[in-house]
Structure formats: C-alpha cells, structure tokens
C-alpha cells in the first residue's frame, strides 16, 4: 500500500515568520490537519495540529520556532517507509510532494485510519511498551513535567500508594492548564503563580479514569478506541482489572509494528536521527550488534534507539537523553542514559542496556531465530 489515497491536501501554508498568533487564528478558523512553514519561498518544516494550539509559546513569536524540519516524501511512497519515517523523526505529521509540486500531508492518524482493518492480527500484547514510567497522584506537577521531561515522553500512568492506576497526566494536560491558568491571570509577573502551580498535586489535574487497553486485546479495538477519544496512547492493564499498570500502548507503537517483516518480526528504528551529529546510523548498528552477538541465546526481535534533547548545554553541545529498547524472545530489556552530545549519550545507555541483559538469567537456546537481529540490520 503507499499513500496516494492517503494524503490529504488539508493544510496550512504559512511563512516562517509568519507570527505564532496570527497562525493559530488561520489554524483554528480552518481546522486543517497540519502547518506547512516555508521560508524564501522553500519549503522548510512543519507544524502540528497538537503542538500549534496547546504549545505554551507566546502569539508573538515567529512560527519557525515551533517549526520541525521533516524530509518530504513522494506522494506514492510506501506506507511501511512512511511509517518508519514519522517514528525516526518523531513527528506526527509530514509534507507529501507529487514531483516538485506540493500536493499535501500525511499525519498519524491518516495512517492508522487507512490500515485499521489490518490491525486485527495483532495483539497488544505484541506490541506495547512494558517498561512504562509512572508518576504518584500526590507527586506535584512540578516533578511531573520533570519525569516528562527526563525521559522524553508525552504520558504518565498515574497510580496510588498501592501502585494501583487511578489515572493519566499528559503533556497536553499540562500545557492546556498552565495557558487556560495565563490567559485568567493576565500578563503581569507570574512568578509566584507558576511556583503555586508546580507545587499542585498531581490528583488536580490527572484525567481520570484513564483509558485503558488489555495484553489480549486487538490492536485495531485499542486504535479505534484512540481515534475515537482523539488521544495518543492507552494504559495497559491485566484483564482483570485490578488496576496494576503493565505498560502503555501508544499510536507511535503501532507506527514501529507496520515496519514489521513478513515474518512479523522488526528492525532497527532510531528516533530523532538528526540529532545524530557525529554518531553514524552504522555506528549505533555495530554497536547493537555486538551485544546482541555476546548473547546469541537471547533473540532480539527489533532494537529501538531514540534520542531527546534538553536544553542545558556545554560548551555548545547539548544534553542528550539515549533510550535503548530491544524486544527479545525474553520480554523487553532497555537502557538509558545521559550526555552532552549523542555520541556520550548513546555509549552511556549501551552500557547501562548491557548491564541489564547480563542480568538476565537462564535464556534457552533457539537456532531458528539466532542471529536474527544481525541479519536484519545487514538489510538497512
């Protein structure tokens, strides 16, 4: 399938620097799907749906600054390409050209919307993200945005002193309470108001009860459901319900399993590669590869590298956040870690992931999938 009925010519096409206010009024009189930023008369980035409206960046700034630069895709592109490309560039939204001429975008949820039906071979189970980070309902949302932040996610599971789900806090709930909370109190000094906001509980502005999806469950039902509640991602939880926290399903997890091979099994994904500078996509592969090959017993299915920048900086260099994720014949196992630099960053989360791999006791040996890891990042 590629993406040729996909694509849609509903977009926004504004100047990079075009200011913020006058582009969120065009977005919300039109409603289009996305921005479309050009800058001498070139195309140069885009602009979410999300990230326009609930962004905390003042009507007078230039767009360019909300702006994520993203490759332009053939509007006859193959939609697996296209997914991996939306996940490696951590956007939700692309500009899709027919020859030179601009024809339109793709978003996420076009694609989920046209591969629905297909989604029913999949469980959940198959594809969530185990290794999930919570955030306690009488933490403070100052420690919330720091958790976010940290690991660079957009969603917290939000549990009691039992460790039991009681609710979900997102980076959209955040935002939306500190600009509903600016436009009440006016533009004077708001130092003391942010304070207070910080220091509020968690419970005050956790969605409750959080939307949530079983291990058994098709990945379609669990995808129309967030398509139909307009979110990103559902909680995890047994069958049961007894409100243990399991993991989170996003749309972007659903994303990386449309890049499955025929033999429903993944590859490599990197997400945020521009921030690669110095450190090769063949660097990451090799280095991957190696501890994968020191445990030949362990199968690794699909190995998930992403990248986040802070914006502390050294120097000039900025601090990096690495996550490792590999999907193995034994659950999932992750690393991470910090650096100034992707390079620093990557080798401190490579160390940690093999730390946590010779944790690992007691693999059983399987020769019909050995090695196939290797084999899939000799295909990239």
């Known amino acids: 399938m590629d993406i040729a009925d996909i694509a849609t010519p509903d977009f926004v096409e504004v100047d990079a620097n075009e200011r913020l206010g006058k582009v969120r009024a065009i977005f919300e009189r039109e409603n289009p799907k996305g921005v479309i930023v050009g800058e001498g008369g070139e195309y140069a980035g885009v602009i979410g749906e999300k990230q326009l409206i609930n962004s905390h960046v003042e009507d007078n700034t230039k767009a360019s600054a909300l702006m994520k630069p993203v490759p332009k895709l053939d509007r006859h592109e193959n939609v697996r390409e296209v997914a991996r490309m939306l996940v ?68 917290l599971p939000v549990i009691d002193r039992d460790e039991r789900l009681t609710g979900v806090l997102t980076t959209y709930d955040l935002v939306e309470f500190m600009v509903r909370d600016e436009g009440r109190q006016g533009k ?72 499955y091979t025929e033999e429903e099994q993944m590859d490599v994904q990197v997400t945020n590669i521009d921030l690669l500078e110095t450190l090769q996509r063949g660097d990451i592969i090799s280095a991957i590869t190696q501890v994968a090959d020191k445990y030949q017993r362990m199968n690794v299915h699909h190995a998930h590298v992403r990248f986040h920048e802070h914006k502390e900086k050294l120097r000039g260099t ?33 160390d940690k992931l093999e730390r946590n791999v010779l944790e690992v006791k007691g693999f059983e040996a399987d020769e019909r999938y050995r090695g196939q890891l290797l084999r899939k990042l000799n295909e990239l």
């Open 188 to 259: 004077q000094d708001r130092r003391g108001d942010t304070d207070r906001m910080l220091d509020l509980p968690v419970y005050d502005l956790m969605t409750s009860p959080a939307l949530t999806a079983t291990p058994d469950e098709s990945v379609r039902d669990a995808v129309a459901r967030m398509l139909e509640q307009d979110i990103a991602g559902l909680v995890v939880t047994p069958e049961e319900d007894d409100g243990e926290v399991l993991g989170v399903l996003t749309k972007t997890d659903v994303l990386r399993a449309l890049t």
């Open 88 to 155: 490696e560039g951590d956007t939700k939204v692309a500009p899709v050209y027919e020859g030179e001429k601009q024809y339109g975008i793709i978003t996420q949820d076009g694609i989920l919307e046209a591969v629905l039906e297909n989604l029913d071979t999949l469980t959940v189970e198959q594809i969530f993200t185990s290794d999930v980070v919570t955030i306690g309902e009488r933490d403070h949302l100052g420690q919330a945005i720091n958790r976010l932040r940290e690991h660079g996610i957009s969603r």
């Open 318 to 350: 900025p601090l990096i956040q690495c996550q490792i994720r590999l999907r193995t014949s034994h659950g999932q196992l992750a690393g991470s870690g910090e650096g100034y630099g992707a390079e620093h960053a990557f080798h401190v989360a490579l």
